[in-house]
C-alpha cells in the first residue's frame, strides 16, 4: 500500500512538469550534438535522413490529433496540475490502448532523438521516457479507478496499455473535430519544427568546420527560410484566431 502511494505521489509530481520534458531532452541532446556526422558525409543525405526523422515526429503527432479529434472535453486536455476526466474514453484509439497520447508523445520526441543518430541517445531516451511516463500513468490510472471503479476495470482489464489490440476496434462516440486538432495542436506541431531547425543548425556548426568561429551567420540555408518560416507562420496564425476569437471552439470538446 504504502509503495502504491509513493508511486501515485511522483506520479502526480511528474505530471505536474510535463511541460519541461522537452527542455530535458535538449539539455540531454547537448552531449551528443557534437558527435553527429553527416550520413554520407553530404549535407544532402543529411536532409534525407531528417525528413525520414521529421515524418517519425509527424507521425506521433497523427497519433495525439486522431487521439484529440474524437475525444470529449475533459479527458484528453492539456490539464497539468490534476488529473480530470468526466467520462471513461472507450471508442475509437481508446478502445485499441489506453494511452494512445503517451504512445503519440513518444514518437513525436522519438523523431527527434532519432535525428541525433546516436544509439547512445536512443537509449538515454527510452529509458527517461519509461521512467517519466511510467509514473503518471500508474497515477491516471488509479485516478480513474477510484472515480468510476467496475466500469474502468471492465475497459482496462481487455484494452493495452501501449501496444494497441486492433480487434477491439470500436467507432468513436463522437465525430471527428478538426477544430479541435487546430485548437489543441498547433503549438505541439509548431514545438516539432523548432526543435528540428535548432538541431540542424547545430549540425550544420560542427560538420562544416571551414566556416569559421564565426559561422552563425552562415549557418542559414534556404531550406530553413521555408521550413521554419512556414511553421512560424501557421504558429502565429492559429494562436490569433484561438486567442482572439471563438472559431475553433466546439461544444463540448
Same mark, same amino acid.
Given at each position: 500500500?504504502?509503495?502504491? !502511494?509513493?508511486?501515485?505521489?511522483?506520479?502526480?509530481?511528474?505530471?505536474?512538469?510535463? +511541460?519541461?520534458?522537452?527542455?530535458?531532452?535538449?539539455?540531454?541532446? /547537448?552531449?551528443?550534438?557534437?558527435?553527429? *556526422?553527416?550520413?554520407?558525409?553530404?549535407?544532402? +543525405?543529411? #536532409?534525407?535522413?531528417?525528413?525520414? $526523422?521529421?515524418?517519425?515526429?509527424?507521425?506521433?503527432? /497523427?497519433?495525439? $490529433?486522431?487521439?484529440?479529434?474524437?475525444?470529449?472535453?475533459?479527458? +484528453?486536455?492539456?490539464?497539468? *496540475?490534476?488529473?480530470? &476526466?468526466?467520462?471513461?474514453?472507450?471508442?475509437?484509439?481508446?478502445?485499441?490502448?489506453?494511452?494512445?497520447?503517451?504512445?503519440?508523445?513518444?514518437?513525436?520526441?522519438?523523431?527527434?532523438?532519432?535525428?541525433?543518430?546516436?544509439? +547512445?541517445? $536512443?537509449?538515454?531516451? /527510452? #529509458?527517461?521516457?519509461?521512467?517519466?511516463?511510467?509514473?503518471?500513468?500508474?497515477? !491516471?490510472?488509479?485516478? #480513474?479507478?477510484?472515480?468510476?471503479?467496475?466500469?474502468?476495470?471492465? @475497459?482496462?482489464?481487455?484494452?493495452?496499455?501501449?501496444?494497441?489490440?486492433?480487434?477491439?476496434?470500436?467507432?468513436?462516440?463522437?465525430?471527428?473535430?478538426?477544430?479541435?486538432?487546430?485548437?489543441?495542436?498547433?503549438?505541439?506541431?509548431?514545438?516539432?519544427?523548432?526543435?528540428?531547425?535548432?538541431?540542424?543548425? &547545430?549540425? /550544420?556548426?560542427?560538420?562544416?568546420?571551414?566556416?569559421?568561429?564565426?559561422? @552563425?551567420?552562415? #549557418?542559414? *540555408?534556404?531550406?530553413?527560410? @521555408?521550413?521554419?518560416?512556414?511553421?512560424?507562420?501557421?504558429?502565429?496564425?492559429?494562436?490569433?484566431?484561438? *486567442?482572439?476569437?471563438?472559431?475553433?471552439?466546439?461544444?463540448?470538446?
Amino acid at each position: 500500500m504504502a509503495l502504491i !502511494e509513493e508511486f501515485e505521489n511522483q506520479g502526480s509530481t511528474l505530471f505536474r512538469y510535463r +511541460s519541461y520534458v522537452p527542455l530535458v531532452i535538449i539539455l540531454i541532446s /547537448i552531449f551528443f550534438l557534437p558527435d553527429y *556526422k553527416y550520413p554520407g558525409y553530404s549535407y544532402e +543525405s543529411h #536532409l534525407i535522413y531528417g525528413a525520414v $526523422c521529421f515524418g517519425v515526429s509527424i507521425f506521433g503527432l /497523427i497519433i495525439r $490529433c486522431i487521439t484529440i479529434g474524437y475525444a470529449p472535453g475533459r479527458t +484528453s486536455g492539456r490539464n497539468t *496540475k490534476e488529473q480530470i &476526466a468526466d467520462v471513461v474514453n472507450q471508442t475509437g484509439i481508446y478502445s485499441l490502448i489506453r494511452h494512445p497520447l503517451y504512445v503519440g508523445n513518444f514518437f513525436m520526441f522519438f523523431g527527434i532523438v532519432l535525428f541525433l543518430m546516436s544509439l +547512445s541517445m $536512443c537509449i538515454v531516451f /527510452i #529509458l527517461f521516457y519509461w521512467f517519466y511516463y511510467e509514473r503518471i500513468m500508474f497515477t !491516471e490510472e488509479q485516478f #480513474l479507478r477510484k472515480k468510476f471503479g467496475d466500469e474502468y476495470l471492465a @475497459w482496462a482489464n481487455k484494452t493495452p496499455a501501449l501496444i494497441p489490440n486492433f480487434k477491439n476496434y470500436r467507432s468513436p462516440s463522437l465525430s471527428f473535430s478538426f477544430r479541435n486538432i487546430l485548437k489543441r495542436e498547433y503549438a505541439g506541431l509548431f514545438g516539432v519544427v523548432v526543435f528540428f531547425t535548432l538541431y540542424d543548425l &547545430a549540425m /550544420i556548426y560542427f560538420n562544416e568546420p571551414e566556416l569559421g568561429l564565426n559561422a @552563425w551567420p552562415y #549557418l542559414f *540555408k534556404p531550406v530553413h527560410a @521555408w521550413f521554419f518560416g512556414a511553421g512560424l507562420i501557421f504558429y502565429v496564425i492559429i494562436r490569433i484566431i484561438v *486567442k482572439t476569437t471563438k472559431l475553433l471552439e466546439v461544444e463540448g470538446r
